[in-house]
């Protein structure tokens, strides 16, 4: 039986709330399902051995004896460092660069980004609400609701006409007693997703050898991270199960460790932020922003966005430098790049030469050295005549971080930095990273591939830590301040040298580095919403009458009863695209069992000459090897979606048997065409 997502349509009281909104929820089968860990890479050094064993120094020692105290004295003197190195002792200069949005500007600002700035314009059409409202959770939906209200609310206190109320969006309105039942059935669906989840036997799947060393000091073996339901219906659960009584007693001391976290993966794979396509990637970051408005509201996190204001962007080719600007620079030098060419080079260094360096970007490089190399990048970086012979690590190091934290704009942006911060506030591990998942979705595509590669670093830094000495916690400590202190941003982190604020800051940045494969996908609840989304613009006009709302409804919910049809002998069609011309076709006989992985061993082993060339080449393009495609889900209700080669193509079929399938080259490989 495969997962499915069925969507129950509600109305709510138009009183109150919108009046018609889908509850998307899964139920999985734990016997049908596998599971993808997410952890920090394991010590590639572990097994080496030292050439001589040496004293440990009375510094290592201490450092043995009291980690938290010599990693919070580092965060702290990184601090201090970047306040005197980046003026931001001048607070006046702090509030001249960024400023709160206005009332009612902030709201506005919001539905804009939501996709629902037709909610408050006076010429928008019904049906261009209906489309996004109708793919909304009852949280979801309550979140915009607010959203509306408080901009009403501010327009009335201006003495500016209200606009039109979002309960004419739909007619006739519901009653609440209509509402309820459909409601609570939908938690309990979401109940006994969870529920069948939490039971599986998963901790057969998670090896010893995997485990990391603080799983053998006590830690849990694993956390279950759920995807299939939105994380705001999470926390309502979470929060309705907190107040029972039998849940009431004395909860685990946390002891700064990090679980090992598995995901249950559907039978539609894992969808990673560069499978999507830009069109529904737009979807995903509307609703995105929706599911993580509820999910503050939810837990009280009041977060202000800020904007920032015009600033001088400095005579510089790298440094100061916005990252839209260097990119589009950079692409017309190497087209598809993704990441800043500098920052690319600077990592790349830092990989061969600092990773294993003693105290890497803990230990501060000269001054003196490091400004005449960010003068001698600055003057000949694009000429190519700079020789990275004679830099130090450390040295190297030190502009990797003077980079992030000299960007005009926060790298985690103006208008998230706050949210970002606030995590620190969040008391359970699942809803840390159900708010770090979502806010890595919002960031825009520059600052999102530029983060991804500087965590990547950190991560490979953390994996060679019995070389370097520098632990999660110490890299964690060191980076905070430079991603989340920032000139143009107001940060309670200055507001005193409490420990408590540099462990909370701390304790993000390890999440982010930990954790950052997890981080990088697309929840199966949000994919649900996008094809939803996608489904009901492509059938826009039956939102014109009302009349026949309940007539589609029950026709909507006959056809999922119903028993599929015989598709045991399925075959389709696959097409086979060179550059962008269509070169031919491939028939594929479809089971319960196929998977895309079969497929394109299939398309191997006819497309290739010789069978025992592990990179054979296609008869029809002597450049294409097998290792560069890719089978790709196209049109339907999904714009192109590059699938999970443990994707189960008979259940892709019934999620969508309206789009093609394509096998052509991943994008990264397009270009040895």
């Given at each position: 039986m495969c997962l499915c997502v069925s969507s129950q349509l509600v109305c709510m009281r138009a009183c109150d709330f919108f009046t018609c909104v889908y509850v998307c929820t899964r139920n999985p089968s734990p016997t049908e399902m596998s599971v993808e860990p997410w952890a920090s890479p394991q010590d590639q050094a572990a097994a080496e051995q030292t050439d001589s064993p040496q004293e440990p120094s009375a510094q290592e020692q201490e450092q043995e004896q009291h980690p938290d105290k010599l990693c919070l004295d580092s965060f702290w003197s990184e601090v201090e460092t970047i306040r005197q190195g980046s003026g931001y002792t001048d607070l006046d200069c702090t509030r001249r660069d960024s400023r709160q949005s206005e009332e009612g500007e902030q709201e506005e600002q919001w539905l804009a980004d939501a996709g629902l700035s037709n909610l408050i314009s006076e010429d928008s059409e019904d049906v261009d609400n209906a489309v996004l409202l109708s793919t909304l959770t009852r949280t979801q939906a309550e979140a915009v609701q607010r959203r509306l209200d408080s901009y009403t609310l501010s327009l009335r206190k201006r003495n500016k006409p209200a606009p039109r109320d979002v309960r004419e969006v739909f007619k006739p309105p519901i009653t609440q007693q209509t509402l309820l039942p459909e409601s609570q059935r939908s938690e309990d669906l979401a109940q006994n997703s969870m529920a069948s989840v939490a039971k599986s036997p998963l901790s057969a799947c998670v090896s010893h050898s995997a485990m990391t060393p603080e799983h053998q000091r006590g830690a849990p073996k694993e956390e279950i991270f759920i995807t299939d339901v939105a994380y705001c219906e999470q926390a309502v659960i979470f929060l309705k199960q907190a107040k029972l009584p039998q849940?009431?007693?004395?909860?685990?001391?946390?002891?700064?460790?990090?679980?090992?976290?598995?995901?249950p993966k559907c039978r539609l794979g894992v969808t990673r932020i560069q499978d999507l396509s830009h069109s529904d990637m737009k979807k995903v970051r509307q609703l995105a922003l929706i599911d993580?408005?509820?999910?503050?509201?939810?837990?009280?996190?009041?977060?202000?966005?800020?904007?920032m204001g015009k600033r001088k962007i400095p005579e510089s080719s790298l440094y100061g430098v916005p990252l839209a600007t260097l990119l589009e620079n950079d692409q017309k030098i190497k087209p598809n790049t993704s990441t800043p060419l500098f920052l690319q080079a600077l990592l790349s260094f830092l990989e061969k030469k600092g990773v294993d360096?003693?105290?890497?970007?803990?230990?501060?490089?000269?001054?003196?050295?490091?400004?005449?190399?960010?003068?001698?990048?600055?003057a000949n970086f694009y000429s190519g005549q700079v020789s990275w012979d004679e830099v130090s690590p450390n040295d190297a190091a030190a502009l990797l971080k003077k980079f992030i934290r000299e960007l005009p704009a926060p790298l985690l942006t103006a208008e998230y930095l706050n949210t970002f911060s606030a995590v620190r506030d969040i008391t359970e591990l699942k809803q840390k990273l159900h708010m770090l998942n979502l806010l890595i979705l919002l960031l825009p595509e520059p600052n999102r591939n530029t983060l991804k590669a500087l965590l990547e670093f950190l991560s490979k830094v953390v994996s060679r830590e019995k070389r370097n000495r520098m632990n999660l916690w110490a890299v964690a400590t060191?980076?905070?301040?430079?991603?989340?202190?920032?000139?143009?941003?107001?940060?309670?982190?200055?507001?005193?040298?409490?420990?408590?604020?540099?462990?909370?800051?701390?304790?993000?940045?390890?999440?982010?580095?930990?954790?950052?494969?997890?981080?990088?996908?697309?929840?199966?609840?949000?994919?649900?919403q996008v094809r939803k989304l996608n489904e009901n613009s492509n059938r826009r006009y039956q939102f014109y009458d009302r009349r026949i709302k309940n007539l589609l409804r029950k026709i909507h919910t006959d056809s999922r009863d119903k028993p599929d049809k015989n598709t045991s002998e399925l075959c389709r069609t696959v097409k086979?695209?060179?550059?962008?011309v269509v070169s031919g076709t491939m028939e594929y006989q479809l089971n319960i069992n196929s998977r895309a992985s079969d497929l394109l061993a299939q398309f191997h082993r006819q497309s290739v000459h010789s069978p025992d060339n592990g990179k054979g080449k296609m008869r029809r393009n002597g450049a294409v090897l097998y290792p560069d495609c890719a089978l790709y889900e196209v049109g339907g209700?999904?714009?192109?979606?590059?699938?999970?080669?443990?994707?189960?193509?008979?259940?892709l079929y019934n999620s969508n048997n309206s789009g093609e399938w394509v096998i052509k080259l991943k994008p990264n490989a397009s270009r040895g065409m």
């Amino acid at each position: 039986m495969c997962l499915c997502v069925s969507s129950q349509l509600v109305c709510m009281r138009a009183c109150d709330f919108f009046t018609c909104v889908y509850v998307c929820t899964r139920n999985p089968s734990p016997t049908e399902m596998s599971v993808e860990p997410w952890a920090s890479p394991q010590d590639q050094a572990a097994a080496e051995q030292t050439d001589s064993p040496q004293e440990p120094s009375a510094q290592e020692q201490e450092q043995e004896q009291h980690p938290d105290k010599l990693c919070l004295d580092s965060f702290w003197s990184e601090v201090e460092t970047i306040r005197q190195g980046s003026g931001y002792t001048d607070l006046d200069c702090t509030r001249r660069d960024s400023r709160q949005s206005e009332e009612g500007e902030q709201e506005e600002q919001w539905l804009a980004d939501a996709g629902l700035s037709n909610l408050i314009s006076e010429d928008s059409e019904d049906v261009d609400n209906a489309v996004l409202l109708s793919t909304l959770t009852r949280t979801q939906a309550e979140a915009v609701q607010r959203r509306l209200d408080s901009y009403t609310l501010s327009l009335r206190k201006r003495n500016k006409p209200a606009p039109r109320d979002v309960r004419e969006v739909f007619k006739p309105p519901i009653t609440q007693q209509t509402l309820l039942p459909e409601s609570q059935r939908s938690e309990d669906l979401a109940q006994n997703s969870m529920a069948s989840v939490a039971k599986s036997p998963l901790s057969a799947c998670v090896s010893h050898s995997a485990m990391t060393p603080e799983h053998q000091r006590g830690a849990p073996k694993e956390e279950i991270f759920i995807t299939d339901v939105a994380y705001c219906e999470q926390a309502v659960i979470f929060l309705k199960q907190a107040k029972l009584p039998q849940n009431n007693v004395q909860r685990r001391k946390e002891d700064g460790t990090l679980p090992r976290v598995t995901c249950p993966k559907c039978r539609l794979g894992v969808t990673r932020i560069q499978d999507l396509s830009h069109s529904d990637m737009k979807k995903v970051r509307q609703l995105a922003l929706i599911d993580m408005t509820a999910l503050c509201d939810l837990l009280e996190l009041e977060v202000k966005r800020h904007k920032m204001g015009k600033r001088k962007i400095p005579e510089s080719s790298l440094y100061g430098v916005p990252l839209a600007t260097l990119l589009e620079n950079d692409q017309k030098i190497k087209p598809n790049t993704s990441t800043p060419l500098f920052l690319q080079a600077l990592l790349s260094f830092l990989e061969k030469k600092g990773v294993d360096s003693e105290g890497i970007l803990r230990v501060p490089g000269a001054q003196s050295r490091i400004k005449l190399l960010q003068q001698n990048l600055e003057a000949n970086f694009y000429s190519g005549q700079v020789s990275w012979d004679e830099v130090s690590p450390n040295d190297a190091a030190a502009l990797l971080k003077k980079f992030i934290r000299e960007l005009p704009a926060p790298l985690l942006t103006a208008e998230y930095l706050n949210t970002f911060s606030a995590v620190r506030d969040i008391t359970e591990l699942k809803q840390k990273l159900h708010m770090l998942n979502l806010l890595i979705l919002l960031l825009p595509e520059p600052n999102r591939n530029t983060l991804k590669a500087l965590l990547e670093f950190l991560s490979k830094v953390v994996s060679r830590e019995k070389r370097n000495r520098m632990n999660l916690w110490a890299v964690a400590t060191i980076m905070a301040p430079n991603l989340f202190l920032h000139k143009a941003i107001p940060s309670r982190l200055t507001e005193g040298a409490e420990k408590g604020h540099a462990e909370k800051a701390a304790d993000v940045m390890r999440l982010l580095i930990r954790y950052q494969d997890l981080l990088w996908t697309i929840p199966n609840f949000l994919m649900s919403q996008v094809r939803k989304l996608n489904e009901n613009s492509n059938r826009r006009y039956q939102f014109y009458d009302r009349r026949i709302k309940n007539l589609l409804r029950k026709i909507h919910t006959d056809s999922r009863d119903k028993p599929d049809k015989n598709t045991s002998e399925l075959c389709r069609t696959v097409k086979i695209q060179v550059g962008d011309v269509v070169s031919g076709t491939m028939e594929y006989q479809l089971n319960i069992n196929s998977r895309a992985s079969d497929l394109l061993a299939q398309f191997h082993r006819q497309s290739v000459h010789s069978p025992d060339n592990g990179k054979g080449k296609m008869r029809r393009n002597g450049a294409v090897l097998y290792p560069d495609c890719a089978l790709y889900e196209v049109g339907g209700n999904i714009g192109e979606h590059c699938l999970d080669p443990d994707t189960h193509l008979l259940d892709l079929y019934n999620s969508n048997n309206s789009g093609e399938w394509v096998i052509k080259l991943k994008p990264n490989a397009s270009r040895g065409m």
